[in-house]
């Protein structure tokens, strides 16, 4: 067998946080021990003196760490979700911080037994029961831990597990708002965030369109097997943009690799086929039931939750109107800088409706970037256009309701900064009206928000 060590040890007066990665002598697939009787003789009785040192990523805890604030959070986690299984992993993983190991040990049992696919923890459970099967004066002064192999799989899980724990130890999303959600009509009851970097969903629920939203949830996912941003048909990337949940479709009309049903959205969008991109079926879906989650990087460019997370927002999700923001990683902004920005822009969609409403063309023509498209004109043709139609107007009254604002993920390919404005515009003029719901993307032109394409939302 090629045996390898894991060593962790006290530094100062902060602990790594560690994470424990299992023998490769237990199966990926199938059952795994639940009892440390079940933990082979030969493997516990190993010493360390045949094994080579391999080094872990792990993450420090901050000096104001406090533990059992973090336990009583990760309990009113579970009162609020029982079925939080990144919680009670995380609880595990806190007890063998404190060295208490009886107890890592009942909350991973518990957990294995009560999720049976959850690869990760028993992973983590099979390493503790390694760990107590050997010599106690490992206790207090490092963690000597039996890891083989490098494997493909493991290799995953290890990542799976860094980011689980990444996540838990960021506090960002508990104190600040996400940038990519400035403004939400009534009608938007939740708002999906996905930060691909850190492999985590963020469900927001609406607060009214002059508060921030609030945050529901947080879950782990798995994005494409490829990194970046997608550009192609099969080139296995998440793709990153404002998006908008289309439909649902159950599992019964879906293979089982699709989980208990998914959520296409509308890539690509209009700033999607601009740019050239190809491809489709880019959805927010389930997993196999033959798996807890899946790792962090494993799907062919879909957003993949566990079943069991799915299952607890699915109710939550819109079809239609429900907003999906993927990105690399979520810009985040505090209370003073989101209402700002959120008045920034609003202020300038009200001077180009006034300006409109007005026959103020030349004002009004001024609001749009010099690199305009809406897939008929471009800025030339778009002035020609509307300077033709104004000279038929004697009067024109425009409302704009239930506008929404979405600060558009900065990618390859993008001007500056870009917001997506969606909303209903009731049109009345002396020879034509109309309501319909409009969708405009902004663009900073020297400071100024000017409109870079304008169309129908379909």
Not at 369 to 374: E, H, I, T, V, Y
Request: with cysteine; charged share 25%; aromatic share 10%.
């Amino acid at each position: 067998m090629n045996e390898k060590i894991i060593t962790i040890r006290k530094s100062g007066s902060r602990w790594p946080l560690f994470v424990f990665i299992t023998a490769s002598f237990l199966p990926l697939h199938g059952t795994l021990p639940v009892e440390a009787a079940e933990v082979p003789k030969a493997m516990t009785s190993m010493t360390t003196a045949s094994f080579q040192p391999v080094s872990l990523r792990r993450r420090e805890l901050p000096r104001e760490f406090d533990l059992s604030r973090a336990l009583a959070g990760l309990d009113q986690r579970l009162t609020q979700y029982p079925e939080d299984h990144e919680a009670a992993l995380l609880k595990g993983l806190l007890y063998l911080e404190a060295g208490s190991w009886n107890d890592a040990r009942r909350e991973l049992q518990d957990l294995t037994t009560r999720v049976p696919r959850f690869r990760l923890a028993h992973l983590v459970y099979a390493d503790l029961m390694l760990a107590m099967g050997g010599k106690s004066s490992v206790l207090g002064q490092g963690v000597e831990m039996l890891s083989l192999g490098d494997s493909e799989e493991l290799v995953a899980l290890r990542d799976e597990a860094r980011l689980r724990v990444d996540a838990y130890l960021q506090t960002d999303h508990m104190q600040r708002f996400p940038a990519a959600l400035l403004a939400l009509d009534d009608g938007v009851k939740n708002a999906v965030v996905v930060d691909k970097s850190a492999h985590r969903l963020y469900l927001y629920r609406n607060n009214g369109s002059k508060q921030p939203p609030e945050l529901v949830k947080d879950f782990y996912v798995s994005t494409g097997r490829a990194p970046g941003n997608k550009v192609k048909e099969g080139d296995l990337k998440t793709p990153e943009g404002v998006y908008f949940i289309t439909s649902f479709l159950p599992d019964d009309a879906l293979p089982e690799k699709y989980g208990i049903g998914a959520f296409p959205v509308n890539y690509p969008n209009e700033w999607d086929r601009h740019l050239g991109k190809t491809g489709d079926g880019i959805w927010l879906h389930g997993t196999d039931p033959i798996y807890y989650s899946r790792p962090p990087l494993d799907s062919e460019g879909c957003v993949v939750l566990a079943n069991l997370d799915l299952s607890h927002i699915e109710s939550m999700l819109q079809p239609g109107l429900t907003p999906v923001v993927i990105s690399e990683q979520v810009h985040w902004l505090n209370t003073e800088q989101w209402q700002m920005q959120r008045n920034q822009l609003l202020g300038t969609l009200e001077r180009w409706r006034s300006a409109w409403q007005d026959k103020a063309v030349d004002e009004y023509l001024g609001f749009y970037a010099r690199d305009f498209w809406n897939g008929r004109y471009n800025l030339a043709g778009w002035r020609a256009m509307k300077r033709q139609v104004a000279q038929g107007k004697t009067y024109q009254q425009i409302r704009l309701e239930d506008i929404s604002l979405f600060a558009y993920p900065k990618g390859e390919g993008q001007p500056h900064d870009m917001v997506v404005a969606v909303f209903t515009q009731d049109y009345r003029s002396n020879n034509f009206s109309s309501s319909m719901k409009k969708r405009l993307y902004l663009t900073r032109e020297q400071n100024d928000w000017k409109v870079l394409y304008e169309g129908a939302a379909h």
